[in-house]
């Protein structure tokens, strides 16, 4: 197993390193520390040809003019935050309205745009980078000195690990998620719609047109959003089920885990053999099914389009601090944060 190191770009005077893991069975991951970014995740087919199989650019800055958060990890509070506020303790905060009237993804300058420092991991039979983050009080709104560490794990089983972890030295908000986008046909060739999603959920959430829970959990039996024995994405995706409209005609949903504790999510492409094995212990997958890619910009060679790759964002509830029925996503001073979510590839004939 091995680290390869190189300069991939500069950003405010700091040098941006590409960091690519590379596992002995040759199954690598790229990333940055920049944003934390996941540039490539290269694995092979059923025939053992090996692609990328995540939306990512050559360039770095590409990164900074284009990214709809390719890759990056999200912080502190992933997805939106209604009218960019939330009171705490009876003190009001005001965050970055970069999503106007709302919040995004951690605001104009969130964790995944700003330089992490690191440390390589090399071991026996795994190789990583700890990325490490301490977000100042104040920092686009929020409350609180946050000191967070994100590791990025790559094993022998082909199986990607990132964990999360957080302190803080005053209550306030986190949600952390990567905003990978897959496909699994390998350097781009074929949209995700024909991709196969299967996990144990029953409900979601209703979206208002600001696409921010309106609070309502929906049953999905009879829906687009009933993946329990597997859908083609493309069926729900063409549907005109109301909330596939509103979203931009495909998904921008939190679909809520069956039960608590550990969530499998299969992800599958049936030309290439590829399959994802996502293994969680948040409550939700906000399943996006990149509605608004489409832009004047290539991706790897491939003019950006919308449906060219499909996020797994496991994460907490999103806009949980207005809901007071949805999990906590406060955090205290005495508390440490931890999450960890697993991403196994595979293929269908071939396999390590
Ligand atoms: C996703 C979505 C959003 C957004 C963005 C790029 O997580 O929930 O609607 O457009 O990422």
């Known amino acids: 197993m091995k680290i390869v190191e190189r300069e991939f770009g500069n950003y405010d005077g700091e040098r941006v390193i590409e960091y690519t893991l590379t596992n002995d069975f040759g199954m690598s991951v790229s990333c940055l520390n920049y944003g934390c970014v996941i540039t490539k995740i290269i694995v092979p087919d059923r025939n053992g040809h090996f692609e990328n199989v995540v939306l990512g650019f050559d ?71 700890k990325c490490f983050y301490r977000s100042l009080d104040g920092e686009e709104g929020y409350p609180g000195n946050l000191d967070t560490a994100v590791t990025y794990l790559l094993s022998n089983t082909n199986e990607l ?13 986190i949600n952390l998620t ?16 024909e991709h196969i999603l299967q996990l144990e959920s029953d409900r979601f959430l209703e979206l208002g047109l600001d696409l921010i829970p309106t609070g309502k959990m929906l049953e999905s039996k009879n829906t687009p959003f009933d993946f329990n024995q597997g859908r ?41 053999g590829r399959f994802l094995r996502v293994t969680t212990d948040q409550p939700c997958v906000v399943l996006y099914t990149s509605n608004q890619l489409e832009g004047p910009f290539s991706i790897s060679g491939v003019r950006a389009r919308n449906y060219l790759g499909v996020c797994l964002e496991t994460q907490g509830l999103p806009d949980a601090i207005h809901h007071p029925g949805f999990p906590t996503v406060i955090l205290h001073p005495e508390e440490v944060y931890y999450s960890k979510t697993k991403y196994r590839f595979f293929s269908n004939t071939i396999g390590v």
């Open 59 to 129: 360039r770095f800055e590409d990164y900074l003019e284009w990214s709809p958060y390719f890759g990056a990890v999200i912080g502190r509070v992933a997805g939106r935050i209604k009218d960019a506020r939330f009171e705490l303790d009876g003190e009001e905060y005001l965050l970055a309205a970069n999503d106007y009237p709302n919040h995004l993804h951690g605001g104009q300058k969130g964790f995944s745009s700003v330089i992490w420092k690191t440390e390589k991991i090399e071991q026996e039979n795994v190789v990583g980078l």
């Open 161 to 173: 690990s990132i964990s999360y972890e957080a302190r803080t030295d005053h209550k306030t908000l």
């Open 178 to 193: 990567n905003h990978s986008y897959f496909n699994l046909s390998g350097n781009l060739k074929r949209d995700c719609s």
């Open 232 to 272: 083609f994405l493309l069926s729900g995706m063409k549907s005109s089920h109301p909330q596939i409209v509103l979203a931009g005609n495909g998904y921008d949903h939190p679909l809520l885990f069956k039960k608590s504790g550990e969530n499998t999510i299969m992800l599958s492409d049936k030309e290439s």
